[in-house]
Nanobody, 120 residues
Framework: EVQLVESGGDLVQPGGSLRLSCAASGFTFSDYWMYWVRQAPGKGLEWVSSISTAYGTPLYLDSVGGRFTISRDNAKTTVYLQMTDLKPEDTGVYYC?????????????WGQGTQVTISS
């Protein structure tokens, strides 16, 4: 059974930093693209970042470029999102997402999400 469990969300002040983690199980982690997607209160889903399997470059939403870094540890079957210089507009529920199939880049399985709140 595919499982994705996010953690690390918290309440932080603008300009602060936070690292989100997503623990994956139930599949061969290194074979799949992984993603972070967020949803602000009352808003729709917004893709934030992607990371490939073996080669290729990570991708970012333009508004978070230079502030967020996605990474993965295949031995630990975990994907991370390091966030710095956080802004109020970064507030939302952050979801870890796995690609639908090996060799595809469309969304498949979703985690339960972790809340990130940026406020003074």
């Amino acid at each position: 059974e595919v499982q994705l469990v996010e953690s690390g969300g918290d309440l932080v002040q603008p300009g602060g930093s936070l690292r989100l983690s997503c623990a994956a199980s139930g599949f061969t982690f290194s074979d799949y693209w992984m993603y972070w997607v967020r949803q602000a209160p009352g808003k729709g889903l917004e893709w934030v970042s992607s990371i490939s399997t073996a080669y290729g470059t990570p991708l970012y939403l333009d508004s978070v470029g230079g502030r967020f870094t996605i990474s993965r540890d295949n031995a630990k079957t975990t994907v991370y999102l390091q966030m710095t210089d956080l802004k109020p507009e970064d507030t939302g529920v952050y979801y870890c997402v796995r690609a639908r199939d090996v060799g595809t880049i469309d969304f498949g399985y979703w985690g339960q999400g972790t809340q990130v709140t940026i406020s003074s």
